[in-house]
């Protein structure tokens, strides 16, 4: 943590500002390890290795979550060795880390890979990145940013980033610091966050928000942190479609996914005070060429269709407008969701 951030930092549990950091300079030019005390309730919330953690008296949901993903989560070896995600794996693993969301073409992100899902998905943030007039100097939080790749992404761009996360993972950004590139982490609940109001131009999350339980609690808060004419952009995030059923499976992790229809987000996005929503169906076709080339499968027909309807971008166009009810109604697949204040 560097100093620059206590300007824009608040106690979640009180309100109080400003918090004083009681820590010590050490690797990576930032304060690693102390405290930032709360001069109105006295709380201090812990600073280790560099990521102050703000879930003071989290949820339960928090909690489970916590457990869930420190039980699960795990890099599998070809050979059937497992290792949790603690920060020897990260050293052990780093090109790994380093490598994500694209992957190195390593057996860890092909088919049954501990990393697949970020190989198949990568394509959906690389394709759109550039239409979001990323800027030098704008100042964006990332929510559940994980192994903090897209955090890194919008750090070479020149953003001024901060990275929240309820689990360790974000420990995985020491990679990127050792190499000269900086952004800030901390622990935090996405509806109790430690910042000041209108401190954002720009909040990103990949399949985050829909783990919130109160949709409702969690845009008014991205609402509350962001500035005037700000946006968010949400990638990868759960729906259902109107006569679908809930799937479970990752709820049965103890997850807590939540799976809302289109117009639920569309309706609570406005109602927290976004001036505008736009829902973007993304192509289904890219997704299943992509979901097919990291599988490495040799190219069928269907493949070879694919391949062919994308190389024509209006047909795209026209086959996804054309199944946009279908998606609502049955199979929403991957959408973006970006709203300004
Ligand atoms: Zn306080």
């Known amino acids: ?13 009180c309100g109080g500002k400003p918090l004083k950091l009681e820590a010590v300079v050490g690797l990576y030019d930032e304060y690693r390890d102390g405290a930032l005390l709360c001069g109105t309730c006295n709380y ?15 949820s339960p949901e928090i909690l489970e979550e916590q457990k869930a993903s420190s039980r699960e989560a795990r890099i599998k070896t070809e050979d059937g060795s497992e290792f949790f995600i603690n920060p020897e794996t990260i050293e052990k693993f780093s090109k790994l880390f380093l490598s994500l969301p694209k992957g190195d073409g390593s057996y860890f992100f092909k088919e049954g890979g501990s990393f697949q899902n970020f190989s198949e998905g990568s394509h959906r943030f690389f394709d759109l990145f550039d239409s979001w ?55 935090a609940d996405m509806d109790k966050l430690p910042f000041e109001k209108d401190s954002f131009d720009l909040i990103f999350a990949a399949a985050t928000i829909h783990h919130s339980s109160d949709l409702d609690k969690t845009f008014k808060e991205l609402n509350r942190v962001l500035k005037k004419n700000g946006k968010i952009i949400l990638l990868n995030e ?41 829902v973007t169906f ?37 086959l996804s407008i054309v199944l946009i009810p279908h998606r609502i109604f049955f199979r929403p697949r991957s959408i973006l969701i970006e709203a300004t204040k």
Not at 169 to 182: R, S
Request: charged share 25%.
């Open 1 to 13: 943590m560097k100093t620059d951030i206590i300007k824009i930092l608040k106690c979640p549990l």
């Open 44 to 58: 201090s919330f812990p600073l280790h290795e560099g990521i102050a953690d703000f879930l003071a008296e989290p």
């Open 133 to 187: 007039n990323i800027k030098p100097g704008m100042k964006v939080l990332e929510l559940g940013a994980g192994f903090c790749w897209a955090s890194r992404e919008f750090a070479k761009r020149g953003c001024e980033v901060v990275a929240v996360d309820i689990t360790d993972y974000l420990k995985v950004a020491d990679l990127y610091l050792k190499n000269g590139l900086y952004f800030e982490r901390i622990y």
């Open 238 to 278: 759960c729906f259902i479609g109107i006569f679908e059923k809930p799937q479970q499976h990752a709820a049965d992790f103890g997850y807590n996914d939540h799976y809302y229809p289109i117009w639920q987000w569309q309706k609570v996005v406005k109602e927290s005070g976004f001036s505008k929503v736009k």
């Open 282 to 318: 993304l192509s289904f076709l890219k997704d299943y060429i992509a979901r097919k080339e990291s599988r490495g499968l040799k190219a069928g027909l269907k493949l070879k269709l694919a391949k062919a309807i994308i190389g024509v971008p209006l047909i795209d166009k026209l």
